[in-house]
């Protein structure tokens, strides 16, 4: 069983679309975390949930979104998507904030045209 | 704010020796140190933590890092490297500040083992 699962694997848009990336964890984490890596491989953290409430947003566009509609779901929509938006995003989960381990799913390669 | 430096882009080591991937980092409170490998397009994989306690962590696949107050470092290690440890290697840290901080990642290390 997958403990981390985001679909879609690949994504690949054009300019000015919307987006949604699912992310779901079967480890009954309570916090979940969405990172950007970017072309040189660099993370960055995006957003933090705990049980359903937003914690950490980070200077990201307004055109992302995450939405929790429980503690295992954790979805990222993209509006008017630009070309420096592609990426690959990973979602994670932990335990609980703080120093608990985070495990990250496979992520999703996001390409912009 | 928190940062964490991984001087070196590559690290070459020959199939059998000892290896060495190094991590310094900066907190303002008490560091929660990570290792990640990442091998090519999947996901992050831990590797080992420290939280408190004992300086030298050992973690999967043989690995182990040492925590260093003073010159605050987390250095990865390997007694005798495998040509399947070769892989994108990120240090990470967080700190006791408390709330659901995400972990902050060096720029990563890619090690490669040569046969």
């Known amino acids: 069983d997958t403990a981390v699962s985001q679909t879609p694997k690949y994504l690949v848009t054009q300019m000015g679309n919307d987006k949604s990336i699912k992310c779901e964890q079967n480890l009954g984490h309570d916090t979940m975390y969405w990172y950007k890596q970017d072309s040189k491989k660099f993370l960055k953290i995006m957003f933090s949930?705990?049980?359903?409430?937003?914690?950490i947003n980070e200077t990201v566009p307004n055109r992302f979104s995450p939405k929790s509609p429980d503690k295992a779901h954790l979805n990222l929509h993209i509006n008017s998507l630009e070309l420096g938006d592609s990426a690959v995003y990973f979602c994670a989960s932990s335990r609980g904030p703080g120093p608990d381990t985070q495990y990250f799913g496979p992520g999703t390669r996001l390409t912009v045209l | 704010a928190q940062s964490v430096a991984q001087p070196e882009d590559q690290v070459n080591v020959a199939e059998g020796n000892p290896l060495t991937v190094k991590c310094t980092y900066s907190?303002?409170?008490?560091?929660?140190l990570f290792w990640y490998v990442q091998y090519p397009n999947r996901g992050l994989q831990f590797l080992l933590k420290?939280?408190?306690?004992?300086?030298l962590v050992k973690g999967s696949y043989g690995f182990e890092a040492e925590f260093n107050k003073s010159q605050t470092s987390f250095h990865l290690k390997k007694p005798s490297a495998l040509v399947s440890d070769s892989a994108l290697y990120f240090c990470a840290v967080t700190d006791s500040g408390g709330g659901a901080d995400g972990l902050t990642f060096g720029k990563g290390t890619h090690l490669i083992i040569q046969p």
């Open positions: 907190v303002s409170g008490n560091p929660y």
């Open positions: 420290y939280i408190t306690g004992d300086n």
């Open positions: 949930y705990n049980n359903k409430e937003l914690i």
